[in-house]
């Protein structure tokens, strides 16, 4: 049997899965307790995001035991683990406001079930399947949603259609090709850069996303139609498209094996856990690099407040020495 090849996983992905999974096992779910990525198919090659799940170190020794009708802990359970567990974490970390009104309903209003229930099956009777859609993906109910999608997709199968329901449902993967061709070349030909930056956005092309919205605002500020950017900037700010770039820089900049700048997307994406394994990680390269800041952020994710004050005291008399230097080059030179 040939040896499976073991491909470190990037610390860019590492730590968007630790950062989704709260550090947390998603199988027995308790915190504080030491955790590792586990690689779903046993391939350790097989880096995909898709592919890794954390676990802790009692969970991780499940998956290995053999025997009876299989492995305690399989593949497929792993996986349902996980979702469930990422979708726990994403609905702790929003606050929606559909999520307030619909508490509140459901506190203030007891016929709430019963009113959704009588506009389901009238969209149902009528047709309205979009709109169906639309209605189950507010409710936070994918399976559904999902279903109607497809029903939906039979009834309507246009272009646009297309788009919007996979959009919706975050699967630009299952818009065919052509389509994606067709609806740019539309939204180019009528230099609509708003539209084609949302559809960007639904097709995960965060880049060209922002790109159109900055210049969205651009022509609105330019056509003195300060409410019109003010919109396009809020919405830029809503899809959460400033995070999605620090992250696509984590990525470039851990390809480039540029520490100094991982260290910088880390901080403004608050993965303060992910960034401290980052710095405990390269610890060796860091004390010996000379470089005061790094040196900082270093004892700082080893809780070392001493050595921390320490490296900041230097590091301030060292820029001070800068700015004295400069200022008597100034003086010589006017003399």
């Keep these: 049997m040939r040896k499976k090849v073991r491909i470190e996983i990037p610390s860019d992905i590492s730590a968007k899965v630790m950062f989704l999974s709260d550090r947390t096992c998603c199988v027995c779910r308790f915190g504080r307790k030491p955790v590792q990525i586990h690689h779903i198919d046993e391939d350790p090659a097989n880096n995909s995001p898709e592919n890794l799940a954390v676990l802790c170190l009692d969970c991780h020794n499940d998956t290995m035991i053999k025997g009876g009708f299989g492995r305690k802990l399989n593949a497929d359970q792993v996986i349902l683990y996980r979702n469930d567990w990422l979708q726990t974490i994403e609905k702790r970390r929003t606050n ?44 936070g109910n994918y399976e559904l949603r999902d279903k109607y999608i497809e029903i939906a997709l039979a009834e309507d199968s246009s272009d646009q259609t ?15 090709k052509e389509v994606v061709e067709r609806e740019t ?22 880049v060209a996303a922002t790109k159109d919205y900055v210049q969205s605002v651009l022509e609105a500020l330019e056509g003195d139609n300060p ?107 006017t003399d």
Aim: glycine fraction near 6%.
């Design 227 to 333: 409410f019109s950017a003010a919109f396009y900037l809020k919405e830029l700010v809503k899809e959460n498209l400033i995070n999605r770039l620090f992250e696509e820089a984590l990525r470039k900049f851990t390809e480039r094996d540029d520490l100094w700048w991982q260290i910088r997307a880390l901080q403004e994406l608050g993965w303060d856990s992910e960034l401290n394994d980052l710095l405990i990680r390269n610890a060796k390269f860091i004390e010996n690099s000379g470089n005061t800041m790094l040196q900082i952020h270093l004892a700082q994710a080893r809780g070392d407040e001493e050595k921390h004050l320490q490296l900041r005291k230097e590091f301030a008399r060292g820029i001070r020495k800068v700015v004295v230097g400069e200022v008597d080059d100034d003086v010589v030179e």
């Design 96 to 139: 929606t406001q559909l999520e307030v009104v619909q508490e509140q309903a459901m506190r203030n209003d007891s016929n709430f079930i019963e009113y959704i229930t009588s506009v389901v099956e009238i969209y149902r009777e009528g047709g309205q399947f979009e709109l169906l859609v639309g209605l189950y993906d507010s409710l």
């Design 185 to 206: 070349a539309r939204y180019t030909k009528n230099k609509d850069y708003s539209q084609r930056a949302r559809f960007y956005l639904n097709l995960g092309m965060d």
């Design 162 to 176: 297309i788009c919007f329901l996979r959009g919706m449902q975050g699967r630009a993967d299952l818009i065919p």
